[in-house]
C-alpha cells in the first residue's frame, strides 16, 4: 500500500494557528514581526534578552524604544512588555 501524500493538511497542521473567517472582508492590519493579518494587534515594545555568559552570570534584558504591532502569536512566543500601560520595571 502506497503511502497517500496529503499537503494540504499538513501545511495547516505547521501553521500555529489558522486564519480565522473574518465578517465584512479581510483585515488590513498586520502584525509588524510576522506580517500575520490579525485584528487584535497590540502595541508593545520588543525586549532583547541577552542569556547569561561567563563574563556576564546575570541574563539581561534591553527594551528597545520603538513600539510595534504585534499578534497574540507573537507575544506568547518573544519577550516584551506592553507600550501603553504602565512600565513594568
Ligand atoms: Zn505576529
Known sequence: MRPVSLPGLVRDQLRPFAPRPTLGGVTDRV??????????????????????????????????E???????SCMSQYPHVLADGSDED
Do not use: G, H
Open 31 to 64: 502584525c509588524e514581526n510576522c506580517a500575520m493579518p490579525d485584528e487584535e494587534l497590540v502595541l508593545v515594545r520588543r525586549v532583547y534578552v541577552t542569556p547569561e555568559a561567563w563574563d556576564s552570570p546575570e541574563a539581561t534584558a534591553r527594551t528597545v
Open 66 to 72: 520603538e513600539t510595534e504591532l504585534w499578534c497574540v
